[in-house]
């Protein structure tokens, strides 16, 4: 094992104890969400990933391959991940031992 091995296992066993931020977490967390539906329609746009476009008409109620769907669909997606990663954070937190609510 070299010094870069105990350096990455420092850092797992640090971040297993970090305390999370779980607004924080959530709204970054829906912004790369977010930014991913606008890059996913931009390349449906563009004759890529088509396939997954349609996907995401299925998963999404609010998303479409228009500018109105896309806008929508973007925020359906923050929204949705914004919720579950802010109460996975949250949950986090609690097991941790360190309450915030």
Known sequence: MGVG???LAFLFILFLFMKLNP?????SAGLVSAVGMLLL????????????????MGWHMFYTPTVLGTFSGMIE???????FVSATAW???????THTA
């Open 5 to 7: 091995d105990f350096y």
């Open 23 to 27: 607004n924080t977490l959530g709204l």
């Open 41 to 56: 329609s931009i390349l449906n746009g563009l004759g890529y990933y088509q396939q997954a476009a349609v996907q995401m």
């Open 77 to 83: 997606a923050a929204v949705i991940t914004y919720l």
């Open 91 to 97: 949950m986090y937190n609690y097991l941790l031992g």
